[in-house]
């Protein structure tokens, strides 16, 4: 069985980073009645005895005794990491695997990536390594950020260039939360692009997320409840709606019910790697599979259902109903329409009692629908895990390598160029130590230099579907 460390940087990172823990516990609870430690707890979590004082020794069979998250909190600021430490989760975090300062970034992210990446380099590389010695077979980091403020996108992106150069072997899948157009943090812009040359550099795998997206989800799950659709009362444990059901019940915070959406992301895509199914799918087929071109590893990710775990009394969708869903718009993580854009590869992960062939019934399906590269038509991967999510029967999770994110990085690089034209906010980043100008131009070049990549396929769209010739081999 191998194991994952989840990175959560900036307050984004580490809201998202809480509500995965919360959810993660509660689905290994259900699942595990007997409370033993076992494989699938091992992935994410240690068995930690206490008895000992604070360091004691790992237990690896028997009674669960303190689990221990496998995890690294980041925060410039402290407020968001004290609370989770005053939360009912704060047993979970290891107090050695924090790391806060008081002042943080100023949305600003030269302050993040040159100041405060400088300043605990040395300590963040030395609590990576401890969490890592933790593991038998490390197979993953998970790092969840946020690209408009100065800590989630300067420090995030710093320590994915850290993991790269400590444990090149070890996959890094990044969740990057990217700013709405109406984003309160004026610098976003800027943040958001010179953390996209990191992220195209370092990382394997980018899953992003728009808050656009989430926020209106959100809203069609409240108005569904409101209407009346999903039945008229939402369940006392609901997860969408609060983080109510855990051990104390506190008043739910703004951004709960978007965060949830993102942890159920993550929860989903782990789920081969800790319980058991008839097709697993390990993290590293994901990137093998999934990213033709080191540079395009971006994969837009849907989920079907979206009120997950026991949110609302409303029946299951109907196993192909939940397939169309997951390639309907209403149902992106981001403002995306992949069905009419270029498919480079797509995977599927499935939960519960599905058999391969329902899976194959609707792939047969959904592809003549769908647009694939011309050398790339049976592009399917897929995952099969006979654990269902809490509170229902199956659920899926598409992951796309879809031209699809193009209006994105496009939208993202005109925000920047109307800041950047005007030189506005520019002598913020360009006072720090180690920040040229150079850094912008380098920034949004190769920015414009991804978009012209998806472009390219873009092109191909539609014409003839042209076999590659083949070596003549003489006999």
């Known amino acids: 069985m191998t194991q994952s460390v989840v990175v959560q940087v900036g307050q984004c990172g580490n809201q998202v980073g809480c509500r995965f823990w919360d959810l993660a516990l509660r689905e290994h609870a259900a699942v595990n009645k007997k409370g033993v430690y076992d494989e699938a707890l091992s992935s994410f979590f240690r068995n930690v005895d206490t008895r000992s004082g604070d360091n004691g020794p790992d237990i690896y069979k028997g009674k669960i005794c303190s689990l221990k998250a496998r995890a690294l909190l980041i925060d410039m600021e402290e407020g968001v990491v004290n609370e989770i430490l005053q939360g009912p989760l704060r047993d979970v975090f290891d107090s050695k695997q924090l790391i806060t300062d008081v002042s943080g970034s100023g949305n600003n992210w030269a302050v993040g990536h040159k100041i405060y990446g400088c300043q605990y380099r040395e300590n963040i590389v030395e ?66 692009v010179l953390a996209m040359k990191e992220l195209n550099e370092h990382a394997d795998c980018v899953l992003p997320i728009e808050n656009e997206s989430l926020f209106e989800i959100v809203n069609k799950i409240h108005q569904m409840i409101n209407s009346g659709k999903l039945g008229s009362t939402v369940k006392p444990n609901s997860l969408v709606t609060s983080s109510a059901g855990s051990a104390k019940t506190l008043q739910e915070k703004p951004f709960d019910a978007m965060n949830n959406i993102v942890a159920n992301l993550l929860l989903n895509l782990t789920s081969s790697a800790r319980f058991e199914g008839s097709l697993n799918m390990d993290l590293n087929e994901i990137s093998m599979n999934l990213v033709p071109f080191p540079r395009l590893h971006y994969l837009v990710s849907s989920l079907t259902p979206l009120y997950t775990l ?65 050398w790339n038509q049976e592009g399917w991967k897929t995952g099969l895990c006979s654990v269902p999510p809490v509170g229902h029967s199956h659920s899926l999770l598409a992951l796309a390598n879809n031209t699809c994110v193009k209006p994105t990085f496009i939208e993202l690089k005109d925000r920047f160029m109307k800041l950047y034209k005007k030189k506005a906010h520019l002598h913020h980043y360009l006072q720090i130590d180690g920040m040229e100008q150079s850094c912008f131009s380098e920034a949004v070049s190769s920015l414009s230099d991804l978009i012209e990549e998806y472009n390219e396929l873009d092109a191909t769209k539609g014409g003839p579907r042209i076999d590659p010739s083949r070596l003549k081999i003489a006999v």
């Open 310 to 374: 026991a949110d609302v009394n409303v029946p299951s969708r109907r196993l192909d109903q939940m397939f169309s869903d997951a390639f309907s718009r209403d149902h992106q993580l981001i403002q995306a329409d992949p069905k009419h854009s270029l498919y480079l590869a797509c995977a599927l992960l499935v939960r519960g009692n599905v058999q391969v062939s329902d899976l194959r019934r609707n792939i047969e399906r959904l592809k003549p629908s769908l647009h694939f590269v011309s």
């Open 127 to 192: 609590k990576l390594r401890k969490t890592a010695e933790h593991c038998d077979c490390l197979q993953c980091f998970f790092i969840i950020h946020s690209m408009g403020g100065g800590t989630g996108s300067g420090l995030g992106t710093f320590v994915l260039n850290l993991l790269e150069e400590e444990f090149p072997e070890v996959y890094r899948f990044v969740t990057s939360v990217y700013p709405s157009g109406e984003d309160d943090v004026i610098t976003s812009p800027y943040n958001s």
